[in-house]
């Protein structure tokens, strides 16, 4: 340890001085976007209001202001939900070949597409992700779920050759606030085109792209009860989870609630996939590209806040080049831009919530208690809303919380190691497999070193790259079963 | 070779995917309003304002400078360009025009743009264009020996120039065009910087592509390193194909970002380029009158 601390970077190294003189004058997005102040719950085709008459606000976190409010859904309303989803189940959906199904998946995905500029707003407002991401990210990828998913409505004898697939029925799906939209369509495409029918539940603090969206699906003329969405919070969520006519549970959230989900279902005969936390190693070998990997740490911990669960939390970097990469990464994030959502040039927006913002102080707090060192970008932030630096811990260790627990936020907790063997030993070196990077110019390193890291997905040379076509999904407590891809239809069906 | 340059033949390795994606995300800067005109006149006062014609007169190059002189005079507050860039047989009638300015006067030396001379012409050429009174030399590389693995021959070579310089200062000309791969567009910055270039230079713009901006990026990276290692400044000149105030914005933004404030002066960055100072005043003027004017009302050269 003395050694590494040596090896800090010091203030006398010549490093180059962001506080420039010329500076980015704001360049927002323009926000005129249609906001009703009231959402009901989308129920057999129709806005309906919740059974119980109760509302809940959601806000801008990039401001604290109140957007809008939508429906709490109790029980009562899960139930009519379901209802309607087994009515347009054993009625229409199940019934209807794979070639209409279809038709109506690309239409909404060509309506997403008509209305991406829209959508990304409101998404960087209710979500606080920077109108960058939003934008390039979240919209286009999830208008290409759909139009993929599309396409398997009717090949479905080609994906799984020789054998029949089934749909299973209703499809309880849970979505969280990260992707909130992209989510949505994570989820919904592959049931559409497998035939289920659904009952989608957004998360509490990032309803409104989701209720646009059921917008889209009734303006795409769905056959009533096919999607529903209804809004609410863990009590809504526990309704849907045990819900005795729902047939299918999909969950993407926490592993903590993921666990209670599983638990729930152990009695029952319910299908279930669940995608959840991560903590996954970003692995930088000597040999690699540096500044293109130090751009690679970049995009795997601070895209969307560090608010994913397959980021590249854990900073694993070899010794004989560590100062080199810290230096870099430092002079890296001072450039970023912290600040408001729907400014085009900010990196790094709001934190999704008070609650999640209040999460990711107290480790903060924690990692430095325990010993690793931590250093932010000197970068301003707003006064009012959810926001928090960029940060890095020097000098953290496996045996740290911040190592071992996934933080949900714009922090790395950066390691060092010796030898390839040490590499993987400390990547899974961890409950969680979701996710992995590995960064060296040698092809026969990428090899060697991916196949033996536990993890649903890892990426080689770049990361947080995703596409419709590939499988998404984690090993150990990250979660079990595949979203996206052909692998993405099987949480959905039933072989025969 | 120095002891600094024992590193010469570990460049570090560039992946081509990553600068792509580096610079992709760099052009989605929004520059607007103040920021916007800040930049243009940076812009404008890095620029070394060039004709590198066979058929330069000293009637061109006098109008060129009096160009350099007077940009625009009915818009106030423009900086002048940062230099004149010329042949050598030129550079005394440049000089002349240029006296007491400020305005810097360059030449391109040692068998510009081929390079393709014995060492001792190449001397003899930047001895001569020094002697009419250039302030700055711009020397191309011999990109044969270059991509023949010769490199001592050509950091020699380098280091000899640099000597003959003597007081002006030495740009070293990579013409990245020739060179293939961001490898070697690395390892010859790091070639040329230890040996001891002032600026390093994308392109002559005599062979396409010129200057581009993943290129660009890799050598600004380049310079940072040898910042890093050796606490020297070097400077950077992208030259070719550089026209639109648009594009001089997005490399100004990519010199922000990798450099930072102390590199945003002429002094340790300008711009190559010929038709690219009209562009930019005329965004100054549609900034200042909410116009666009047609080009005749910008004096061409």
New interface residues.
Partial sequence: MSDLKQKLPTKN???????????????PESAKVTIAPRYDLFINGKFVPPVKGKYFTTINPANENKLSEVGEASADDVNKAVKAARGAYDKVWSKMPGRERGKYIYRIARILQERMRELAIIESMDGGKPI?ESR?VDLPLAAAHFFYYAGWADKLEYAFPGRTARPLGVAGQIIPWNFPLLMAAWKIAPALATGNTVVLKPAETTPLTAMKLAEIIRDADLPPGVVNIITGAGETGAAIVNHPDIDKIAFTGSTEVGKIIQKSLAASKKHFSLELGGKAANIIFE?A?????V??IINGIFFNQGHVCCAGSRLLVQESIYK?VI?KLQ?RMQ?LVVGDPLD??TDIGAINSRAQLEKINQYLQIGQNEGAKLWQTSCDIPDRGYFCRPALFLSATQSHRITQEEIFGPVVAIQTFRTPAEAIEKANNTPYGLSGGVWT?KGSKIFKITTKIQAGVIWA??YNKFDPSSPFGGYKESGMGREGGLHGLLPYVELN | MPASASNLFHS????Q???E??VDRLQ?????????V??LK?ALSMIDLTTLEGADSEGKVRQLCSKARHLHDSLPDLPHVAAVCVYPMLVQCAKEELQGTGIKIAAVATGFPSGQYPRSTKLADTRFAVDQGADEIDMVISRGHFLAGEYAYVFDEIGAIKEACGPAHLKVILETGELGPLDAVRKASDLAMHAGADFIKTSTGKVQPSATQPVTLVML?AI?DF??ST?KKIGMKPAGGISTAKTALQY?VML???????W?TPDLYRIGASRLANDILMQLMKEQTGAYQSGDYFSKD
């Avoid at chain 1, 590209?289 to 990997?293: G, R, V």
């Avoid at chain 2, 989605?28 to 916007?36: A, D, G, L, P």
Wanted: proline share 4%; glycine share 6%.
């Fill in positions: 190294t010549p490093r180059a001085n962001f506080a420039t003189t010329w500076s980015y004058a704001p360049a960058r390039d040999d590209t540096i500044d293109q990997a751009e690679g080199t230096d002079d450039t085009k040039n110019d040379n770049t | 570090p390795t560039i992946d995917v990553g600068v994606e580096r989605k800067r929004s520059i607007k309003k103040s920021s916007k800040h930049a940076l990276e940072r910042y890093y606490g100004l922000r970002e990798t450099l930072g404030q102390d945003l």
